[in-house]
């Protein structure tokens, strides 16, 4: 069948090249609990919406959660779960410098590039950074947002499909914008929420505490509650690592109480 | 007569083409209530006054609804059903790039193009992308606000007529920016609000669900309430048939209740 | 004296034909009752002052109403009344596309123009429209409020007179904005308020209803209360004419209770 | 002395003609009161501090008042009152469709004219006017206030002297756009508001009404309220005027009720 | 020592000329009271400390007080005071018609002047005028406000001092504009308050009233309190002088209670 | 190992030299108390992380504390202490005049470079002077924001790493700004607090008080609350100095009170 041909078949023609896409998974997908379950399902099931659904030719997904929730992990992941023919990451990162037409026109070339694929998916991450969105004002680019609300609408010539992954941090900021009406689904990405969670993760990375550590963690973290992101916490893990030997475990949990509000 | 003069020469001799009037109409029209049966109803009543009215040149109607609705599909089937010489689709789809002034000039265009035909019909598909509306501000284009008012208003030249279909998702929008007293009528189209009437569209599409699925859909949907587009029905039935084959109609049911609050 | 050698000389030297002035009263003017009388009673004293005037070289006056009152067909209507030498009609229809400054400067020969006519009338039409107002913001041309605010107040040189008749639709923005001060007097244009008056205008068009459905209107309407612009109601007619004949009237009435607030 | 040397030179060396100044006082000054008397005799000493005082090469007076209480004509009359031997009138009449900087460029260019002459007055005609200020917002061209507020606080080189002479009709806007603690003195010009003053005005012009209809006018004007500017009155007695015979006298009474608050 | 060899060196080497700085204090400085005395002696001080302190190269002080208080003047006594060889005085009124960037290049160039020199001292004359700033909005230029932010926290090369004296009218607006922090010191400059502070003055100055005039102007004044800036009383001064011989004195506290709130 | 390599190799390969750097650090670093411990503990963690760090390529601190708090000199000492081998520091002063284009430009260019170093650090002085921030409005450059938010969080290239030592006056604007997620610690720099702290500094300094003022100030500072920054605290000390060798000690002590809130 066409998901069949698809897989032998994984190199992009057009879009960038699978590296990319990897830098943006720097420290790997840990599955450290439910939340991250949950997009990677719902990611899944788009996939196979985008390729077999008769009346969708075009699907789109927002991924919607705090800041270092590990967003742009988890869309670069699944577009390439994907493994379609086109695959583009669009990002402002490489559009830094841009005029706004400069950047509406980037926009709309990705799309009509994907436009070509039979499949194709492109992950649009960081919405308010692309808006130029910021709360004093609030001010954004216009320009852009109409590109986008249109882009995200523009169904794909006949016979072609299109899986777009967009990820965002401020769901309301997207709402009073008007633009959530314009995804097929909008899927939150919690924070890591208890220290089951932050043990998890703990036991999964390489360079992190020696065993004793991990047993005096494991009994101070065990029941209680935080609220981090996994980029952050793979951050106070590296700093905690820096102090004294003698100090490196209780600096890690002083800070998850300032920064994660642990009690 | 008239009106059978024109039958036989449907073939519109300016303006764009049947097809794409067509592939604004993708899953077809489902005459799936009321709702649909009034602004059909509607749309005929504008068609015949153009053609014989005397003291109105000049018929403009606008379908309002909210987001997935069906506006857009139906204002194309109304413009097809009046089988005028001169059909014009004019959305901003076709702009996208353009200035606000380049803008102003295509809509003028069209316009004037429209004043040349002696029976001429203009669909204007969403006010609020034409009008670069966005709502933290709010922002959007006066030029183009400025030269639609002017444009729903200009009668066409001594003996030709004019049929103008416009679209919105927002009416209250249009009320503060004094677009509503352009129009001859403004037509409200409701979202899908009872399982009933899903059913109805279930039974209406090729590839939903079989027999013992469809019979445990009737049982749990016959007395439900719900709120949602028929363009978001759509998506929701293609996705719910991705899942395996034991939960597909249990995940449609789920999403009803998560996105058409279901109840 | 004066006046008797004007009507001997009825043809414009400068300013645009009578037939463009005729043709924003396509439907002539029905004098359905009170409100109609006093604007053309006002407008007639004006003229007069204007011509005999020792004090006053400039007369202005604003004729504001509801949407579809009828103040465009009035003003072209007084303004050919006069038969001054010099007749303008001034709109922003005709100014499409133009820039602010573009703008100002037609309003600007027009009136440099009048004031080379020892007697002149322009007729400034929806002073919004002219302005580009827009509630929403609320956003408006300075540059053209500013010109029309000094172009209003500017007298014609010694020994030429200026007769200035604007309309506008929303007294209230333009006391905002500071306009009424420039007006010798401001009339109010009012709407069709009695089921009588929409009687009076049946009885006075051509094509409308017939024997027996104007006498069933009559038992219908004679003591009702209505809100409807004369331009508005001759809409309903034709559209309501458009129905089956068993219905026509019954469509007429629900219309009016409808739109019109029929009570 | 120099003030009688003065006299004996009164025809401007710079600036423009007297003809332009007549021209602002087109119906003459008529004395209807002490608001009148009072601007007149602040204006003549002001003229004699600018000619004889040591400590102030610079003087200016703002004069205030509602529309049509007859600013323009008090403070062209004042200037020719000074017989300086450079008069300038600025207003935004002469400077329509100009942009804010030639404004700006031609303010400066006419003070620093006036800087050339032992002694100098400028006329700065609606302040509101020159700086372009709409209600709504509120607008106003910032450059033309800075510009201004710069002019009136610059001293005349050493050894000049210099008389500015301003209108305005809000007070209040100045205070808030900070002009007011720029001017020597702002003097208040008060409307008419007895029905004495009025009758005032009506002994004093040429076509006013006939004995019989003065007697009744005495009769009935002599105890009341009103609340209007001079410039109004004229008008309204003008359009009286144009009434038929028997009604002028009741047409004007009902008028300064409607428009002037009569009780 | 240093400011021995300064003493013997007072001829500005770059900076405007001492006349300019004259041309601001066109009355001469009256010392009416403590306020007068407080500002000098912060003035003194901060002179010392610029030429003598080892931590301190830049050193910044700021007059604020009312319109018409004296700062101006009082900024360029200071100024003279110090003899420092390079003195600049920097105000709106120079730069009158000068872009937002030709301004801010314009303050660029005098501070790095300045920079050139062992020993520096800058006025900067009427910080709201510089920031074009204007209550209704409010409005200001925020290129000249962070222009002049840097320039006033700039410190001189090594081994130069550089003094700033600015005035301003409106403390809270520098306080919202964040510009107080960058100052060393802020002294208010008060309004006179007392009549005895009155009687000072007329005493100071040449052309007042005679011994008659002054002795009935004491007893009047001597107990009383007012509020009014030196620059405000001496044109009051000016004018009551014009009145007839009988009445100037009684004019001149006419005034004083009408403008400067006499009690 | 890294860091020692490190150690025998300090002299900057690209970056500015030591010399400007000192130059932020003109009068020393004072260890007043705790608040500057606590900085310089968490600066050189966050330098050994940079080293050590094997998830965290990017490191970024910002040093907030109020206005005079001693920001810039810490952060450039912190850089100083680094030892790598890019150095850069980042300041609007060095922008002046700047277009926020060409600042925008600036910023990358100096990011692009330490990409190319394999350890770098930039200081990035005064976040609210680069956004050109102003608290009426409030106004900022959104282009400088967007700029320094992407760039803030932009890796360097795989084996490179970063350091990023930022500073600010205003803790709340910049949360505002959503700027605050961009750092991966957020560390307060408080204020001189205690007289004690005032005695550590009066003994640290060279040209201070001779040793009868230092007992006389000990007994009346040492059980004294204030609130003044070290840069502050440095100019009083200089001011006072110049006071009569009398009136120096209670000159300095009076003005804690009014510019340090002394009690
Ligand atoms: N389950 C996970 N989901 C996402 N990222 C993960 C997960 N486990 C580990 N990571 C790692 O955590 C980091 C997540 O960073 P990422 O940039 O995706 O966060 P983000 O939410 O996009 O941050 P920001 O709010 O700054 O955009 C990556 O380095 C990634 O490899
Ligand atoms: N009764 C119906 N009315 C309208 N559309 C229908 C109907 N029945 C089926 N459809 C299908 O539903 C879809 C309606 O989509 P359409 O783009 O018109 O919605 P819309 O309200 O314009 O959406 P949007 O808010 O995004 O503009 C089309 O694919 C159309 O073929
Ligand atoms: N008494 C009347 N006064 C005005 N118009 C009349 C009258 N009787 C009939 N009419 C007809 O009614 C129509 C009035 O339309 P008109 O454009 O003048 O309305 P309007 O108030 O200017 O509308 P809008 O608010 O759109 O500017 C014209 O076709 C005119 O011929
Ligand atoms: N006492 C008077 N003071 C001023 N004007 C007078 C007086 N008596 C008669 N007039 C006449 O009244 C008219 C006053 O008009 P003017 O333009 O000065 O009014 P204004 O207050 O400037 O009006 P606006 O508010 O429109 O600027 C002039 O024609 C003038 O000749
Ligand atoms: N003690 C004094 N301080 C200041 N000015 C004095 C003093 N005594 C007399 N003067 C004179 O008073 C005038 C003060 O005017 P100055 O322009 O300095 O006031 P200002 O406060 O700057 O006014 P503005 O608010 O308009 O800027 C000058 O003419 C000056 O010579
Ligand atoms: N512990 C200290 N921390 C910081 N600076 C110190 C310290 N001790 C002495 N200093 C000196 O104090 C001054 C601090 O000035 P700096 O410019 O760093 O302050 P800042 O907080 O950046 O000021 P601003 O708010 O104006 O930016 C420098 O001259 C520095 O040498
Ligand atoms: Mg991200
Ligand atoms: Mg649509
Ligand atoms: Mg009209
Ligand atoms: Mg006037
Ligand atoms: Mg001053
Ligand atoms: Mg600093």
Redesign the interface.
């Known amino acids: 069948d066409f998901v069949h041909a698809l897989e032998n078949d994984i190199k992009p023609a057009f879009g960038i090249s699978k590296d990319e896409f990897d830098?943006y998974i720097?420290?790997g997908i840990i599955n450290w609990g439910q939340p991250v379950n949950d997009v990677l399902e719902e990611g899944q099931?788009?996939i196979?919406?985008t390729i077999?659904?008769?009346?969708?030719p075009l699907?789109s997904i927002l991924i919607e959660g705090p800041?270092?929730s590990g967003k742009t992990a988890l869309a670069a992941h699944i577009a390439l779960l994907s493994k379609f023919p086109y695959l583009k990451f669009c990002t402002?990162?490489t559009m830094?410098?841009f005029s706004e037409?400069a950047k509406?026109?980037q926009l709309?070339k990705i799309f009509e590039d994907a436009h070509k694929s039979s499949l194709s998916c492109v992950v649009v991450d960081e919405l308010e950074?692309l808006l130029?969105y910021?709360?004093?004002?609030?001010?954004?680019s216009?320009n852009v947002?109409?590109?986008l609300?249109?882009?995200l609408k523009?169904?794909p010539p006949?016979g072609r499909k299109l899986l777009i992954i967009a990820t965002a941090t401020y769901r309301d900021i997207l709402e009073?914008?008007?633009l959530l009406?314009s995804f097929?689904?909008v899927i939150h990405l919690a924070n890591i929420t208890t220290g089951q969670q932050i043990l998890h993760v703990l036991n999964e990375?390489?360079?992190g505490f020696n065993n004793d550590e991990m047993k005096y963690l494991e009994k101070k973290l065990h029941d209680k509650k935080v609220w981090i992101g996994i980029k952050a916490l793979?951050?106070r893990?590296?700093?905690a690592?820096?102090?004294e030997d003698s100090s490196r475990v209780q600096r890690f949990l002083t800070q998850l109480e300032e920064d994660a509000g642990m009690i």
């Open positions: 830098s720097s420290n099931l788009r196979r919406q077999n659904g008769e009346m969708t699907v800041p270092n402002a990162q830094l410098g037409l509406c026109q709309k950074s130029e910021a709360p004093v004002g609030p001010r954004y216009n947002l109409q590109t609300k249109l882009l523009r169904p006949k009073q914008l008007g009406p097929s689904k990375i390489e360079h793979l951050d893990i590296e700093v690592r820096q102090a």
